[in-house]
């Protein structure tokens, strides 16, 4: 067909260049009808340049429009050759100050750190070299299209906002110049009529959607059959599915159809075949069937060879009306005049609006085409800019869904403009102040999530494959969002008060359907059989933590709008949670003669969610309130005697004792899903919004209720008030043997709330809970963080949460805390804590893992034995808590706490009689040392008309009140002091002491000290009298008891050297025989020595200490001292066997030991020398069979040892090991003390 055609191409091709673009303008001016003189003139020759045959000639078509269609044009819009007309226009234009570069894809592009008002602001790379910024902090990117460079505009940076080449251009700018003072009336006439026949026949053809018919006004007569067989691009079919598929519609060869799969991708659409409608309607039926069995089929078309031929010229129009504008800013002026101009059908009828409500409907080419053109007109003219972003918002609830139903990427969709008009600060209060854009945002994206529980909450359990789907490309809304918040107000207008709070009242609605949502129930008895959805939750708080956090530092900024949102975010809690003591039963709780009501719920056992954003955003604003002092400027202005603090504590309390029982275990069964949201949840990325507040909010609660209320309830939700309210309770429970998972569990549970006491009273470096600022709180996380390990600058800031501009304010305080270590070897630079720093650190850091816990105190306690001090890790110094927080600290001294204290140190005392751990004491030394130094502080601040009403050492001297009448807190820390299962430990006693006596000095040497403080010391130095008394009294008993048994050994000894005279005569001869032929001869050594026998020579014992590797408890080897084994592995050798073919029958009886003379098997024992006590290894063996056995079989990975054929890792080095082997002495001592014994019983 192609070869017929040749003739008649190359005669079309002779009459098109014998056409004359100036006679053509001619007409056209002298015309009455422009319209339908261009409409006549595109419909003869657009046919004939265009869609000639199968393949495109691009080059051939560009040539031949250039000279039939564009130049009569250009020619029009000058009046003169445009080869002197642009000239003219250019220089009589004044150069714009706005770059307006538009990147194309993986171009370079650059955004100052310093400078840029948010991280979207990037200059391109000439810009740049020409900037100031080049010497400040910057980020280097590369660009996915679609942007442009932001040089000249004074909003997106705060200081250099223009490059030397475009300063030149801002020395003559007047404010709001008309561009068109410097274009001829007659030109502007002109141009205007030209761009608004052409602008509007570009959109008319594009937006066509007709297949065999064009518009009346482009029809011709004569038409020929000829279509095309249009494949369009989509998202969900592969390269492979179309390549195969192509193949078999259209029979060509892979290589032809990997081209045309390619073409599709890149342009989004392509002609498969070319000829009749039957001939192209078969390739379509084929397509559509080869690619509709699994997901819905490719689009594709058969379209007639006129309506292509139209559609790639109305994309060139497009492409040189975008050249054209460039010449002269007026000319770009009336092309923003003519787009956003209302057509007869009223609103949204514009050529720019009915191009962007059809952009879904477009392909990507086209797309990519008027997209350019739009940054390069509307967005470039300051004045059109404010327009354009009007009807931007006007349609943006229609643009995004039409985003969300199509399925082309988001820098494909006229929606990604929204990055170019919101983050404008002028345009984005204009736009939430006049088209309440907070709000619109905020209602189309909850409009899109319409799966919701029974209490309105967002479900995503159930979610289909569509839905999720739509859910990706929703949460697109949130980065507009995020966009309009990302420039804060300097001003606040009454107007902008009232839209941000509608937009804040929208947003707590989409937070009160994510309060609660994905409750999770404790699984018992069964393991959960399918793992439940919980990403798209996590992903939704994930994309919504920097607009939380910008929502409150908009509210922070004006008072008004603060207490106007904290009422509002009250209100709303509220609504959630006013029931939430619907069918719970009421109970109370006594300790201590205080006593609460409360309700009875078991996080074990009930339903609880992780998700309470209402909940953390109310504690974010009340600290604003305590930093902004609004609190205490217009208390009668805030509802802040409605608070109910148990209402306010409650579900933040269930979530984290749903983390503590995770942690014990008791959640196994619950998998993998309810792990990774603990995971997240304390996580870098979310912990902001999360964890954090959550200890901000119990903080708020505490600090406005009883201390021994809230622990009550604590304990309570805890379920743990059982040990800490009934005497001996934790006794009888730990003799109960058949409960050891249990008693395990409870001990992490304790320890766990000890450590939420801690994070408590001790994390106040949030400005507003503690008198801190910004910079000190990243001091902290920094130096805890180098506490660990030495880090490198990237490790470093990937462990630190960053800002809406993606920034951690790292750099500004580092110097202050660290060195900079110069890379070495590893190539790698190091920051290194300063020494000076150390004091800073503590060990219950809330940001720590257990992991980095354990490490942190490993690295301190090795620097502290290397600069020879000894090995406490005490609390820091802290600042002082803010007003309306101060009252926290009193829960170090409240009765509950001391209780706790006293039950766990009369645990530990008696460390025999409960179930108690370590790290539980550890806590409660930690907790006794923050109430110390705090009291310290106290004292050191008081002035002399102040009396200090922190009393805790006075508290911890006091014994225990009866019928138990235990002993002061004190007197059990001095007991702990010399306790020698508790070595590790001694030091922070030590400390403890040190610093009571300290502040008693204090308190002594102070003339304010209250008469109570004198009855304290006194009844604490009785308390302390009483029990040195009682230890010096069993000490005594024991010294006797030894005398006595000493004695009766005596008196048997000297008995049997009096019965048997001539032996022992005879042993003191052979005695001294001995000894005289030792003294004349050399010194032999030990190894040397082979004599055996009665009267082997004598050798003095070497003494041998070992230490176990387990305990860390160094002893002597002796006969009477506890059994010492070493890890071993025994194993069948054949190392020396003289006949290896040998087969032993039954290897149940053959004895090892006794060997055939062939040597056939033998038995090779090896060990790692590592030494422990029998007991300690058997307790270790004990847990390592335990720990095996309640693994989940399914879970259970490949390990490289057999526990149930006896083999284990040795404890220290891991080497593999079967059996233990015995420590003993060597054999001559053995047998000396065995005959003594033996003899000794026989005669004794």
Known sequence: ????????????????????????????????????????HLAHYVPQIYCRGPNPFPQKEDMLAQHVLLGPMEWYLCGEDPAFGFPKLEQANKPSHLCGRVFKVGEPTYSC??????????????????????????????????????????????????????????????????????????VIARTYNIFAIMFRYAVEILTWEKESELPADLEIIEKRDTYYCMLFNDEVHTYEQVIYTLQKAVNCTQKEAIGFATTVDRDGRRSVRYGDFQYCEQ???????????????????????????????????????????????????????VGLQEGPDGENSSLVDRLMLNDSKLWKGARSVYHQLFMSSLLMDLKYKKLFAVRFAKNYERLQSDYVTDDHDREFSIAD?????????????????????????????????????????????????????????????????????ISKPTEWSDDLRQKFLEGFDAFLELLKCMQGMDPITRQVGQHIEMEPEWEAAFTLQMKLTHVISMMQDWCALDEKVLIEAYKKCLAVLMQCHGGFTDGEQPITLSICGHSVETIRYCVSQEKVSIHLPVSRLLAGLHVLL??????????????????????LIEHPLRCLVLCAQVHAGMWRRNGFSLVNQIYYYHNVKCRREMFDKDIVMLQTGVSMMDPNHFLMIMLSRFELYQIFSTPDYGKRFSSEITHKDVVQQNNTLIEEMLYLIIMLVGERFSPGVGQVNATDEIKREIIHQLSIKPMAHSELVKSLPEDENKETGMESVIEAVAHFKKPGLTGRGMYELK????????????????????????????????????????????????????SLVNILQSDVMLCIMRTVLQWAVEHNGYAWSESMLQRVLHLIGMALQEEKQHLDSVTEEHVVTFTFTQKISKPGEAPNNSPSILAMLETLQNAPYLDVHKDMIRWIL????????????????????????????????????????????????????????????????????????????????????????????????????????????????????LCQEEQEVKVESKAMVLAAFVQRSTVLSKNRSKFIQDPEKYDPLFMHPDLSCGTHTGSCG?????????????????????????????????????????????????????????????FNKYCFFKEFRKYG
Request: negative net charge; aromatic residues 8%; glycine residues 4%.
């Open 1 to 40: 067909m192609a070869s017929e055609l040749e003739p008649e191409v190359q005669a079309i091709d002779r009459s098109l260049l014998e056409c004359s673009a100036e006679e053509t303008a001619g007409k056209w001016l002298q015309a009455t009808d422009l319209t339908r003189e261009v409409y006549q």
């Open 113 to 186: 750190r310093d400078c840029a008002v948010d991280p979207t602001c990037v200059l391109c790379m000439e810009c740049f070299l020409g900037s100031i910024h080049r010497d400040h902090r910057y980020r280097m990117t590369t660009s996915g299209g679609g942007g442009f460079c932001d040089c000249g505009d004074t909003e997106a940076w705060k200081e250099g906002p223009y490059c030397q080449k475009h300063e030149l251009n801002t020395s003559e700018i007047e404010e709001e110049e008309d561009p068109l003072v410097h274009l001829s009336e007659d």
């Open 283 to 337: 390739a379509k039926s084929v397509i559509v069937r080869n690619t509709s069995r699994q997901t819905k089929p490719l689009k594709v078309q058969v379209m007639h060879s006129s309506i292509v031929a139209h559609q790639n010229f109305g994309l060139k129009l497009l492409s040189w009306l975008g050249s054209i504008i460039g010449y002269s800013d007026g000319l770009r002026r009336i092309l923003c005049q």
């Open 417 to 485: 403009l929204s990055v170019q008009i919101f983050t404008v600060p002028s345009l984005a209060r204009m736009l939430i102040t006049e088209e309440n854009l907070m709000t619109i945002i905020i209602k189309t994206f909850m409009d899109h999530l319409r799966h919701r529980d029974a209490q309105g909450r967002f479900q995503f359990e159930r979610y289909t494959a569509l839905q999720a789907f739509k859910f990706r490309r929703v949460q697109s809304l949130i980065l507009d969002l995020k966009y309009v918040l």
């Open 626 to 647: 305590s930093k902004s002092e609004v609190a205490y400027k217009f208390p009668e202005l805030l509802p802040l005697s409605e608070l109910s603090p148990p209402m």
């Open 835 to 886: 020494p000076e720093c150390a004091k800073d650190f503590n060990l219950y850091f809330y940001h720590f893992s257990r992991a980095e816990q354990s490490k942190a105190e490993e690295a301190q306690r090795k620097l502290k034995r290397q600069n020879r001090e000894d090995t406490a890790l005490p609390p820091p110094v802290l600042p002082p808590f803010c007003p309306l927080f101060a």
């Open 994 to 1109: 040190k610093t009571f006596n300290t502040i008693k000095k204090i308190r002594e040497s102070s003339s304010a000290s209250p008469v109570a403080e004198t009855e304290g010391t006194i009844m604490e130095e009785s308390s302390r009298d009483k029990d040195k008394a009682e230890r010096k009294r069993k000490a005594e008993i024991a010294r006797l008891r030894r005398e006595k048994i000493m004695a009766q050994m005596s008196e048997m000894q000297r008995h049997f050297i009096d019965e048997n005279k001539e032996l022992f005569q005879q042993t003191l001869e052979l005695d001294a025989s001995t000894s005289a032929v030792l003294d004349n001869s050399p010194v032999v050594s030990d190894m040397a020595l082979t004599a055996l026998g009665p009267a082997q020579t004598q050798v003095p014992e070497q003494r041998q200490f070992v230490t176990c590797i």
């Open 1170 to 1230: 590592h030494i422990m006590h029998a007991h300690c290894w058997q307790r270790y063996f004990d847990s390592v069979q335990a720990k095996e056995q309640r693994r989940q079989q399914r879970l259970r990975l490949h390990t490289s040892y057999d526990v149930e054929n006896g083999e284990f890792l040795c404890p220290l080095c891991e080497c593999l090991s079967n059996t233990v082997i015995p420590l003993l002495l060597p054999p001559r001592n053995i």
